[in-house]
């Protein structure tokens, strides 16, 4: 079997039209980000994961697995109840996507950047003593 880039599940309609401009926003702000599929889900990642697109009956909702740093910063982002350093996001078309939820997108994938920087300049600084 060989290797090759995960893509977007088969999707139809809106549930399609939100999946292909996600996944251009994000291509947009973070194109070193790597696509996967997390437990059914498309999931975006840069060393671990950041955001991922869950489809629901009526709508997609955005999931940000480390979301604490973006409270604040969207009126619909809202903690999930069983995890709650997640946030999720409803989406209900492609009209929903716009400039606030791209920085959203854009400051989660910084926020991750900072925390493998600060852990980097951690390990560095640890190691140099010794």
Do not use: Y
């Not at 009526?58 to 999931?63: G, I, K, Y």
């Amino acid at each position: 079997m060989w290797n090759r880039a995960p893509s977007l599940p088969p999707l139809e309609g809106r549930a399609w039209e939100i999946a292909r401009t996600i996944q251009r926003e994000i291509a947009d702000v973070a194109p070193f980000a790597e696509l996967s599929i997390t437990l059914g889900s498309p999931t975006w990642s840069f060393h671990e994961r950041v955001v991922s697109l869950v489809f629901l009956h009526d709508r997609c909702q955005l999931t940000f697995w480390d979301g604490a740093c973006l409270d604040g910063l969207h009126p619909d982002l809202k903690p999930l109840q069983m995890t709650p350093e997640r946030r999720s996001l409803p989406l209900r078309s492609m009209l929903d996507i716009d400039e606030s939820v791209r920085n959203l997108l854009s400051t989660a994938f910084q926020a991750k950047i900072d925390a493998i920087a600060k852990s980097d300049h951690a390990c560095v600084r640890t190691t140099a003593f010794r």
